[in-house]
């Protein structure tokens, strides 16, 4: 049974024995049957990108068996992401969601996960291909806690391209800035891989407000308030090349989110009453 003590745990590193590295789970070997799970993917303008994580996820959750669905939301996209999305879409299994206009990343996945109907919700970025073998692992340490971190830094992380060295120095100090700022939290903040308990998802969405990046900050900060568990374990993760995302374009703006996000987090989880009850565990 998860428990709700607000920290933030290295499984693959404490000692506490949270039982899985990255991939050493396989669906194949698991009984009872799995919980209903929904798999959110953030999109803009990922024409090359989409059919490659949609094709990757089919095929897993496939193997995986039980109920699933892939929300896939659109931030306007310019180029032909909703195209290709489109041969996917079902209407149950995967469903599309369109932003009316450019909402930033983290609207996109409140949106997304406040509309999916799983027990357990993953966030998932559109190049997360190599990561999804790390699933069944997560799920399992699902089943004590309420948030799992995917990390690149935690011991069991198999990184097969890593960021520039120039790139990686600015995140490990931005990352910093952001505990220092936020309090305790998982080292890999940022990464864009995280399974969340359906309960815990809906209490820190609905109160979540951040729309930019620093949504991940806000979110897990406020998951920590509100006494969920959250822990944290490696994972498969291969950079892409092109990220677009500029620290140094980015560094103004992102410093007045995170103090917005400080004290949102510190209003909402002050109203926010804890029940008794721990959620039931998922297996």
Not at 70 to 88: G, K, Q
Not at 99 to 105: L, T, V
Not at 122 to 127: G, I, P
């Amino acid at each position: 049974m998860p428990g709700r003590n607000g920290g933030a745990t290295d499984c693959a590193t404490d000692g506490t024995g949270c039982g899985a590295e990255a991939g050493d789970v396989p669906y194949t070997r698991r009984m009872p049957p799995p919980p209903t799970l929904s798999i959110v993917i953030p999109v803009l303008n990922e024409e090359d990108e989409i059919s490659i994580i949609l094709t990757a996820a089919i095929a897993l959750l496939e193997e995986r068996g039980g109920d699933w669905e892939i929300v896939v939301v659109d931030n306007a996209s310019t180029d032909r992401t909703v195209e290709r999305v489109a041969p996917f879409v079902d209407g149950q299994r995967v469903r599309l969601l369109e932003n009316d206009s450019n909402r930033g990343k983290g609207f996109s996945i409140r949106r997304g996960m406040l509309e999916a109907r799983g027990d357990l919700r993953l966030m998932c970025d559109a190049d997360c291909v190599a990561s999804l073998r790390s699933l069944p692992s997560m799920e399992h340490l699902a089943g004590v806690a309420d948030v799992v971190v995917g990390s690149r830094l935690s011991a069991g992380a198999r990184v097969t391209r890593r960021q520039p060295l120039r790139r990686r120095v600015v995140g490990v100090g931005f990352i910093a800035l952001t505990r220092a700022l936020m309090g305790k939290l998982p080292k890999d903040v940022y990464c864009g891989f995280k399974l969340w308990r359906a309960g815990c998802a809906q209490d820190v969405f609905e109160h979540a407000r951040l729309d930019g990046w620093v949504f991940d900050a806000e979110a897990l900060a406020m998951a920590r308030r509100m006494g969920y568990r959250v822990v944290e374990t490696g994972i498969e993760w291969n950079n892409r090349p092109d990220s677009r995302l500029s620290i140094r374009d980015s560094l103004v703006p992102v410093l007045g989110e995170l103090w917005a996000a400080r004290r949102n987090v510190r209003r909402s989880s002050t109203s926010y009453r804890i029940e008794d009850e721990s959620p039931q565990s998922a297996y």
